[in-house]
């Protein structure tokens, strides 16, 4: 999956002396919490957020016998390059969703304004968008059910289990094989398209595999 599948690729921008009262006002119109801030030719130069320009305005708000009106007049003089980050954590084209989610972990960001080669904002990818993506792939919604098989790590069990499965002309709609926390397992996870996983289950264990249970699960 890559970023420039799932981001937005109509985005709100400001110019870098776009006042923090029109900033605010896009972003409550859009329903967005950041706009990236770009120069006349569309570079990405900076990024300005609901947080930054809260943080601008309380200091002021702040001051005895400061009025909204004062406060509002503030934000209309005050230009979004005052505020902005000016160093932007950013994705480019050709990320995978998997390089956003680290980028966004990493640097604590809700969103990353995606770029092209000539730094040139082309599209931006939030956190939430990165999830729908997850859950897109993961099958989630749609009817199916969950299998969670632990296999000893080495070639073939993958094939084993999907053979196993398909002898039941079933479709697996997502897998995701990870670590166990037994040394030499790994875990792994299917979403099968059918209701009916007994005889599934079974027919896997049967087979010498070992089904998750998470009713034997313990709580520390």
Do not use: C, W, Y
């Not at 979004?80 to 990493?106: N, P, Q, Y």
Request: a neutral charge.
């Amino acid at each position: 999956m890559f970023v420039a599948r799932r981001m937005k690729k109509k985005i709100v921008t400001a110019a870098p002396s776009a006042s923090l009262f029109e900033a605010q006002r896009q972003m409550r119109e859009h329903t967005i919490r950041q706009i990236p801030v770009v120069s006349e030719d569309g570079t990405l130069v900076g990024i300005v957020s609901d947080r930054d320009i809260r943080a601008a305005v309380l200091p002021t708000d702040m001051v005895p016998g400061f009025t909204i009106g004062e406060a509002e007049k503030f934000m209309k003089n005050t230009p979004v390059e005052r505020v902005m980050t000016r160093k932007v954590v950013t994705a480019t084209l050709s990320d995978t969703l998997e390089d956003a989610i680290v980028l966004l972990h990493d640097f604590r960001v809700n969103a990353l304004p995606v770029v092209d080669a000539a730094g040139k904002v082309a599209g931006i990818i939030t956190r939430t968008d990165v999830l729908e993506a997850f859950i897109d792939a993961l099958g989630v919604g749609e009817i199916s059910s969950r299998l969670e098989v632990v296999v000893p790590d080495m070639p073939g069990t993958l094939a084993q289990l999907t053979a196993i499965i398909s002898s039941f002309h079933v479709n697996i709609t997502s897998v995701l094989s990870t670590r166990h926390v037994d040394i030499g397992k790994r875990s792994n996870f299917f979403r099968v398209a059918t209701l009916n996983v007994g005889p599934i289950r079974k027919a896997i264990e049967e087979a010498g595999f070992e089904i998750l249970d998470p009713s034997k699960f313990l709580l520390p």
